[in-house]
């Protein structure tokens, strides 16, 4: 991929073809007797700037809707795009490649890295990218900005609250300006009014960096904020 | 070393755990080499600076070969006409016991490891006070470690059985020794009253002995023709090192014991590595979900290992230094460059293997670990 992110993403929605696009995609995990099938013939499309919510109990296979639609798992069938790119064509480390550039995820209870403050945590991504310049620096000043922890940004993981954690995780997703933006239970570690709160800033930024976003979550109360909404019960989406 | 060295600062007292055990075993590692080389020094620093490529023993000593072997006038007679011999001469070595006659330690009972040369020759010392040695004078010229007991130039030194009364003529104001025995150079002919312990005329036979032809070879010499028609054996002078009492013993003593502290130290780096790779396999796993390829958390790690162990090692070894610094004198202990370079390269490359074998295991962290609520 020679372009960058940004020019390849105007490219794609210009076409109509960009955000994310899960065609048929069928996940089957282990074999013989115990496989289980995770993901059954699965259709799923968001466009750029589209905020979706997966709902549906544990062990209905959003975790792996999530892996397979990020490249984190090849699926046992169908194809995946991210930004246009077929990602179920694409070698391993293309795919890795893919996921660095063009996918954010904002995993559950935030997953930071304990030794960085929350602008190194947002450079991370860029230094990994070998694109960490002052113009990323600028970027992680905004976004920071925007997700409020101005005045958290030089703390460590350990130095803040849950609600803090997980808009920090959901910053640096945000920094690479990935096309699809992944969100793994966001209000596992929160109480109701933090959930509504980070829900809300989630929809918010979807439609300002016009993300295809999809959230999973067991949490029905949140779903509000979601343009649409899906269910899934073992591993069919509805 | 974006993450490497943040992780350093962050777990710092945990790096410092582990750094002062790397540097202690550098500390260790210096003085160990510098006891090596005091020991080396004070066992065969004699046949080091003696002026030759090569030494030939009777082919019938085995070991031990400089108080076993006995060499004949003709041995080194037919090994100077041979080609590419550039000298042979003779060479005696033996160890003697005597009193001080005359001087300020009268009555003082002294060691002496002596070295018989021809006067005049390469092979004869060099004294920095006194003269040099003569024919048929029973001088001796006496090494540092001889002086350090009192002994100096004038002083008259008689030996234990042959009751040879040996002029101190000359000091050479090095540490010379041969077996922890300082060296005293002799002319051969009182080098002989001394090895066979006999006072008045020597024996015609004995008149004729010396424990070594001591050689200067060109490349090419031929060796082997020579070797046969003089029954005798010619070893590097290196080589001949391990034939002087308790060399080999001890250096291969001193070798084990640092070949277990690099083991070590090898084992403690891969130990603490490999538990600190077990705890961070949640973040490696976060790492490869952002898209970090396996090669970029490699890179990082291993910088980590290498600043960890350049910086304990540089620590051990200037503390080393500085401890071996104050023991020169005190104990057989010598500071060498070559040597202290060697222990501190091998405790950082043993060390980077240990933790090389440990760090691996990021490869086989999966990313989708980093999903769900198992992390």
Same mark, same amino acid.
């Given at each position: 991929?020679?372009?960058?992110?940004?020019?390849?993403?105007?490219?794609?929605?210009?076409?109509?073809?960009?955000?994310?696009?899960?065609?048929?995609?069928?996940?089957?995990?282990?074999?013989?007797?115990?496989?289980?099938?995770?993901?059954?013939?699965?259709?799923?499309?968001?466009?750029?700037?589209?905020?979706?919510?997966?709902?549906?109990?544990?062990?209905?296979?959003?975790?792996?809707?999530?892996?397979?639609?990020?490249?984190?798992?090849?699926?046992?069938?169908?194809?995946?795009?991210?930004?246009?790119?077929?990602?179920?064509?694409?070698?391993?480390?293309?795919?890795?490649?893919?996921?660095?550039?063009?996918?954010?995820?904002v995993?559950?209870?935030?997953?930071?890295?304990?030794?960085l403050?929350?602008?190194?945590?947002?450079?991370?991504?860029l230094?990994?990218?070998?694109?960490?310049?002052?113009?990323?620096?600028?970027?992680?000043?905004?976004?920071?900005?925007?997700?409020?922890?101005?005045?958290r940004?030089?703390?460590?993981?350990?130095?803040?609250?849950?609600?803090?954690?997980?808009?920090?995780g959901?910053?640096?997703?945000?920094?690479?300006?990935?096309?699809?933006?992944?969100?793994?239970?966001?209000?596992?570690?929160?109480?109701r009014?933090?959930?509504?709160?980070?829900?809300?800033?989630?929809?918010?930024?979807?439609?300002?960096?016009?993300?295809?976003?999809?959230?999973?979550?067991?949490?029905?109360?949140?779903?509000?904020?979601?343009?649409?909404?899906?269910?899934?019960?073992?591993?069919?989406l509805? | 070393?974006?993450?490497?060295?943040?992780?350093?600062?962050?777990?710092?007292?945990?790096?410092?755990?582990?750094?002062?055990?790397?540097?202690?075993?550098?500390?260790?590692?210096?003085?160990?080499?510098?006891?090596?080389?005091?020991?080396a020094d004070?066992?065969?620093?004699?046949?080091?600076?003696?002026?030759?490529?090569?030494?030939?023993? *009777?082919?019938?000593?085995?070991?031990?070969?400089?108080?076993?072997?006995?060499?004949?006038?003709?041995?080194?007679e037919?090994?100077? #006409?041979?080609?590419?011999?550039?000298?042979?001469?003779p060479?005696?070595?033996?160890?003697?016991?005597?009193?001080?006659?005359?001087?300020?330690?009268?009555?003082?009972?002294?060691?002496?490891?002596?070295?018989?040369?021809?006067?005049?020759?390469?092979?004869?010392?060099?004294?920095?006070?006194? #003269?040099?040695?003569?024919d048929?004078?029973?001088?001796?010229? !006496?090494?540092?470690?001889?002086?350090?007991?009192?002994?100096?130039?004038?002083?008259?030194?008689?030996? *234990?059985?042959?009751?040879?009364?040996?002029?101190?003529?000359?000091?050479? *104001?090095?540490? !010379?020794?041969?077996?922890?025995?300082?060296?005293? =150079?002799?002319?051969?002919?009182?080098?002989?009253?001394?090895?066979?312990?006999?006072?008045? *005329?020597?024996?015609?036979?004995?008149?004729?002995?010396?424990?070594?032809?001591?050689?200067?070879?060109?490349?090419?010499?031929?060796?082997?023709?020579? #070797?046969?028609?003089?029954?005798?054996?010619?070893?590097?002078?290196?080589?001949?090192?391990?034939a002087?009492p308790? =060399?080999?013993? #001890?250096?291969?003593?001193?070798?084990? !014991?640092?070949?277990?502290? =690099?083991?070590?130290?090898?084992?403690?780096?891969?130990?603490?590595?490999?538990v600190?790779?077990?705890?961070?396999?949640?973040?490696?796993?976060?790492?490869k979900?952002?898209?970090?390829?396996?090669?970029?958390?490699?890179?990082?790690?291993?910088?980590?290992?290498?600043?960890?162990?350049?910086?304990?090692?540089?620590?051990?070894?200037?503390?080393?230094?500085?401890?071996?610094?104050?023991?020169?004198?005190?104990?057989?202990?010598?500071?060498?460059?070559?040597?202290?370079a060697?222990?501190s390269?091998?405790? !950082?490359?043993?060390?980077?293997?240990?933790?090389?074998?440990?760090?691996r295991?990021?490869?086989?962290?999966?990313?989708?670990?980093?999903?769900?609520?198992?992390?």
């Amino acid at each position: 991929m020679t372009t960058t992110s940004t020019d390849h993403r105007a490219d794609q929605d210009a076409a109509g073809s960009g955000g994310l696009r899960l065609l048929d995609v069928t996940l089957t995990l282990g074999d013989g007797d115990t496989a289980v099938t995770a993901l059954d013939h699965v259709d799923l499309s968001v466009a750029p700037g589209e905020f979706v919510a997966v709902v549906g109990p544990s062990g209905s296979g959003k975790s792996s809707l999530l892996a397979v639609a990020g490249g984190l798992q090849r699926p046992t069938a169908g194809t995946v795009h991210v930004a246009g790119a077929e990602l179920t064509a694409l070698r391993d480390k293309e795919r890795t490649a893919t996921r660095r550039r063009h996918v954010g995820f904002v995993f559950q209870q935030s997953n930071l890295l304990a030794s960085l403050t929350v602008r190194e945590q947002l450079l991370l991504p860029l230094h990994i990218d070998g694109r960490l310049d002052n113009a990323a620096r600028a970027r992680a000043g905004e976004l920071i900005e925007a997700v409020g922890l101005a005045h958290r940004a030089g703390s460590r993981p350990h130095q803040l609250s849950g609600g803090e954690r997980q808009r920090a995780g959901l910053a640096r997703a945000l920094m690479t300006s990935p096309a699809v933006l992944l969100v793994d239970e966001p209000t596992s570690a929160l109480d109701r009014v933090r959930s509504a709160e980070a829900v809300r800033l989630i929809a918010e930024q979807t439609r300002e960096h016009r993300t295809a976003t999809v959230m999973v979550t067991h949490d029905t109360a949140i779903m509000d904020a979601a343009d649409r909404v899906h269910e899934m019960v073992d591993g069919r989406l509805s | 070393m974006f993450l490497a060295l943040r992780d350093l600062r962050f777990a710092r007292g945990r790096f410092a755990l582990m750094g002062a055990v790397v540097a202690l075993i550098a500390v260790l590692g210096v003085l160990l080499s510098g006891l090596a080389s005091g020991l080396a020094d004070a066992g065969i620093s004699g046949l080091r600076a003696l002026p030759v490529t090569h030494l030939a023993f *009777d082919e019938k000593a085995t070991s031990e070969q400089f108080s076993r072997s006995t060499v004949e006038q003709e041995d080194w007679e037919t090994w100077s #006409e041979v080609q590419g011999v550039e000298r042979a001469e003779p060479f005696g070595n033996t160890l003697a016991n005597a009193q001080v006659t005359q001087g300020a330690e009268k009555g003082e009972q002294v060691n002496l490891a002596v070295f018989g040369v021809e006067p005049g020759s390469p092979m004869a010392p060099s004294p920095s006070s006194g #003269e040099g040695l003569a024919d048929g004078g029973a001088g001796i010229v !006496i090494t540092q470690e001889i002086a350090d007991l009192g002994v100096s130039v004038g002083d008259e030194l008689t030996a *234990d059985k042959s009751e040879v009364r040996l002029k101190v003529v000359g000091l050479v *104001d090095e540490t !010379i020794s041969y077996g922890h025995i300082g060296v005293a =150079y002799a002319d051969l002919d009182t080098w002989r009253h001394l090895h066979y312990g006999l006072p008045g *005329d020597l024996p015609e036979a004995a008149k004729r002995q010396a424990t070594a032809v001591a050689l200067t070879l060109e490349p090419g010499a031929d060796v082997a023709a020579a #070797e046969k028609a003089t029954a005798t054996r010619a070893d590097t002078k290196e080589t001949s090192f391990g034939a002087s009492p308790g =060399y080999t013993a #001890e250096s291969s003593t001193m070798a084990l !014991i640092k070949g277990f502290l =690099y083991a070590i130290s090898a084992l403690v780096v891969g130990a603490f590595f490999t538990v600190w790779t077990v705890q961070r396999k949640a973040e490696i796993a976060l790492l490869k979900a952002l898209g970090a390829p396996t090669g970029y958390i490699l890179r990082d790690a291993l910088a980590q290992v290498v600043a960890v162990l350049v910086g304990a090692t540089a620590l051990g070894t200037a503390v080393g230094l500085a401890l071996g610094s104050a023991m020169i004198g005190k104990a057989p202990f010598s500071l060498s460059a070559p040597a202290i370079a060697t222990s501190s390269g091998l405790l !950082i490359g043993l060390g980077t293997v240990g933790a090389v074998v440990a760090v691996r295991r990021i490869t086989a962290v999966d990313p989708l670990t980093a999903l769900g609520a198992s992390r």
